[in-house]
């Protein structure tokens, strides 16, 4: 496998357990590593659209990922810092910024951070899409042919419905334990009902996981505490 996919998300439609993806796909974004050759010396970690949504983002080589390597991977699509605390208008820029950050222990060993620009209209579409999200190998409608093989090892994904700052994730790489904001039942701002800990859309911890069951699948279950009277107070959340 040359190029191991990750994780990524495409946009669906709104309608439960139809993973056929949209047309257009407003919401495509995947996350792959590219090796170098098959010994996977010096790797690459890679952001791409099946859409067109933005051009290739690639890091650059890093050596040893497959040495037991631990890396946080992420990516953002957001407003950009300049721009956060005006009301946004046509010129309003946004951005993807997909970041990576190896540890050992406490020492930051490697890291990556690269940006696209998109237009408000693209941000629009993708913040407004019905998606859903896959971890591992690439597939076709998510559960078809694969597409893109996977051979590396996850222990912990989360999807969040506000982007995380930089220095949170930098917390999160540190140690995957961590919920991602610095205090999760604080107000975003005073006037806003959605408490921090709320934009936890999901979470999958998968460093427990058990043998496949009599059907030959294996469960992971949604750590992000989430229920139905809080979709009722709060609202869907994108």
């Not at 989360?158 to 904001?181: C, P």
């Not at 800990?197 to 699948?217: I, K, M, Q, V």
């Amino acid at each position: 496998v040359l190029e191991s996919s990750i994780f990524g998300v495409h946009s669906v439609a709104a309608t439960n357990n139809n993973l056929t993806l949209s047309s257009p796909d407003n919401a495509s974004l995947q996350v792959f590593i590219k090796k170098g050759d098959s010994s996977a010396q010096g790797c690459k970690f890679v952001l791409k659209s099946t859409s067109g949504l933005i051009s290739d983002l690639e890091s650059e080589v890093f050596y040893d990922v497959y040495k037991n390597s631990k890396w946080n991977i992420s990516f953002r699509v957001t407003r950009k810092e300049g721009n956060k605390f005006l009301t946004p208008d046509s010129n309003t820029k946004y951005e993807i910024r997909f970041m990576g950050k190896n540890y050992l222990s406490t020492e930051l060993a490697n890291e990556f951070l690269l940006t696209s620009d998109i237009t408000k209209v693209q941000y629009d579409s993708f913040n407004q899409s019905n998606k859903s999200v896959y971890v591992g190998a690439h597939r076709t409608n998510f559960t078809g042919t694969v597409l893109n093989k996977s051979d590396v090892k996850m222990v912990d994904f989360n999807v969040w419905s506000t982007a995380l700052t930089d220095s949170q994730i930098d917390q999160r790489a540190r140690n995957f334990t961590i919920d991602g904001y610095n205090n999760n039942y604080k107000k975003e701002f005073l006037s806003s009902e959605v408490d921090k800990y709320s934009n936890l859309l999901s979470r999958h911890t998968l460093d427990t996981l058990s043998a496949p069951d009599a059907s030959g699948l294996i469960r992971v279950p949604d750590a992000s505490r989430g229920s139905q009277s809080d979709r009722e107070h709060y609202g869907n959340l994108r």
